[in-house]
């Protein structure tokens, strides 16, 4: 009977063990369906070309962390920034909106938020990926930059902040970088107006002066009243454009924790390493999961803050640099995901929020990145080079390794694809443009859900592109086009960033349409003559158009004038406004890289 007992326990313990491994074991080639919530990190680069990365042809610049998390993981060659410029983009990935459905996109030039201390942000009612998997029970941190505004009426509302949208933890900038962050740097902020304005006090001070004089030597008989009241029209007048732009360092150029401000002004020098620390420390906190780890770099954004240890390293000047320190962080993160024993059981992403800033330079020195062979840069809405961005995504296990996907995907892709994971529920009250990309990921789905792509600048439409699935064809209809300065440059030299509006664009009536499919660089548009389907794709697309446009509601202008301005009211400030300044980091901040 013992005997007996043995012999029927060996029997169960091996059909047990024969079971767990048909469950966990599978045959190569084939990934996992999955039934627990992965821990999420998001990596977005700030202003990265899609050809500044090895792995998408660059063979100058050193990207090895990058490109390794391409070999281990899924490359998308057709990955689309719902725009070019950060506000926007950022927003649209956030949401999984096109921006325009939030009233983050703008109706002139300004198009991005201008302050820390303005109005214009992405609204309270907006449910970002970060608030749907809060609520699914993962913690949720973001580090790096925000740029999606902070106040709306009063210093401490924080109703556009971080931690009103989703987020459990913030460290990082609110703001954006510009070249005021660094002292070295020659002011970057609105330089025209900047000119402009002090021109305009120079003639009032020159008056106010010829005035006195003149009353004085008796060749006039103005009031001195007169004159007082023009010398504090002129000092009002300077003191209300200087309180802004003088200070931009610090009233933009902060470091927040939550709530609190930690760096007023930041110092730029340790940046890097701070924000790495808080990523180590972010990740080994919540190692035992799920969490959501949105890391939002401040490279590769002028002013090109970068440690000595990478400075003159490159082969392409200081923009390669910080290129490379980029990927080095990247490695980093990559890093401490291995060392907590988390590979397995975490999604990241790495992508651009738009393309490579082309018209930025100093001197003759080039500050902007490449796109490849792709045509345009940042600000353009329509061509590739604005808005093609590198996107990969690794999964061990669960994601194919090596993989190429060359099918249509978004940014905004990233929103329902996380929900999903996540077993959260998206909004139904609203549209979502974003598309789920597990099923083509794991090779469940041949072709992307994406067959009509709309490219925006600001809130004019600019271009469509059109996936005829059934041909593999790849149409792209360009309404509106640049200017390029100087003709045939390729960028708006002129202008420093090139317009979605006025005299500086071209309208074209018929569109100018290419076959990216056959032409990935848009070298040259098609014709009724040369293209045989012209009129049937054109009106294919017109009609798709439409169809966008009616699902399209009126909302608040988020990026209006009055929105964007500067508002003391609103200004974040560590102390009492406007003597702003504190460094609670200290010496603490200096970790070794």
Request: hydrophobic share 40%; aromatic share 12%.
């Amino acid at each position: 009977m013992v005997e007996f007992i043995c012999h029927l326990m060996c029997y169960w313990t091996s059909l047990i063990i024969l079971l767990v491994l048909c469950l966990f074991l599978r045959p190569p080639g084939s990934h996992a369906s999955v039934s627990y919530k992965p821990n999420i990190v998001l990596i977005l680069a700030d202003d990265l070309g899609i050809g500044d990365v090895g792995c998408y042809g660059n063979d100058t610049l050193r990207t090895p962390n990058i490109d390794r998390l391409a070999k281990e993981g899924v490359k998308l060659t057709q990955h689309i920034a719902a725009a070019p410029l950060c506000s926007p983009s950022r927003a649209a990935f956030l949401t999984g909106r096109y921006p325009v459905r939030s009233g983050m996109d703008a109706i002139d030039d300004s198009r991005v938020i201008l302050w820390t201390g303005a109005s214009g942000g992405l609204p309270p009612n907006e449910t970002t990926f970060a608030r749907i998997l809060q609520q699914q029970g993962y913690m949720t941190g973001l580090i790096g930059k925000w740029h999606q505004g902070v106040n709306c009426e009063s210093r401490n509302d924080h109703c556009h902040h971080p931690l009103n949208h989703g987020f459990d933890y913030f460290y990082g900038m609110p703001f954006t970088l510009v070249n005021e962050c660094q002292i070295t740097k020659r002011p970057e902020k609105n330089g025209v107006f900047r000119a402009k304005y002090w021109f305009y006090t120079q003639i009032i001070a020159i008056a106010v002066l010829t005035l006195g004089i003149a009353k004085l030597a008796g060749l006039v008989s103005v009031p001195w009243k007169i004159i007082t009241c023009f010398a504090w029209f002129g000092l009002l007048f300077f003191a209300s454009w200087f309180s802004s732009y003088g200070f931009t360092r610090y009233w933009d150029c902060i470091i927040m924790r939550n709530h609190e401000i930690i760096e007023q002004p930041m110092m730029v020098e340790r940046t890097t390493s701070i924000i790495l620390r808080e990523v180590v420390s972010f990740i080994e906190r919540n190692k035992h999961g799920p969490f959501l780890l949105f890391v939002s770099f401040l490279h590769v954004h002028t002013p090109l803050i970068t440690t000595e240890m990478f400075r003159g390293k490159s082969r392409y000047g200081l923009y390669g640099d910080n290129v490379e320190e980029m990927d080095w962080m990247v490695g980093r993160v990559l890093d401490v995901i291995d060392k907590e024993g988390l590979k397995n059981t975490t999604l990241m992403y790495f992508a651009s929020d738009h393309g490579g800033f082309l018209e930025t330079h100093e001197g003759k020195a080039h500050l902007g990145g490449w796109n490849g062979i792709y045509k345009g840069g940042k600000a353009m809405g329509g061509w590739e080079g604005g808005i093609r961005v590198p996107g990969i995504l690794r999964w061990p296990g669960v994601l194919p390794a090596d993989a190429v996907i060359e099918e249509p995907t978004s940014l905004m892709d990233i929103y329902p694809t996380v929900a999903h994971l996540a077993g959260g529920r998206l909004p139904q009250d609203r549209v979502i443009d974003g598309r789920n990309l597990m099923p083509l990921l794991q090779g469940s789905a041949q072709h992307s859900e994406h067959e009509f792509m709309f490219h925006y600048c600001g809130v004019y439409l600019h271009a469509v592109r059109w996936h005829q699935k059934d041909s593999g064809a790849l149409w792209k209809a360009h309404y509106i086009t640049p200017v390029f300065q100087p003709e045939g440059a390729g960028a708006c030299y002129g202008k420093g960033i090139c317009p979605c509006i006025g005299e500086g664009v071209t309208h074209h009536d018929p569109p100018l349409l290419f076959d990216l499919s056959r032409d990935p660089s848009e070298a040259k548009p098609l014709t009724p003559g040369i293209e045989p389907l012209f009129d049937t794709v054109i009106s294919k697309i017109e009609r798709a158009v439409q169809e966008h446009r009616r699902t399209l509601t009126p909302v608040p202008p988020q990026l209006s004038f009055f929105n964007i301005i500067w508002k003391p009211w609103l200004q974040p400030c560590c102390g009492t406004f406007p003597f702003c300044w504190c460094d609670k980091e200290g010496d603490s901040a200096y970790t070794a890289l």
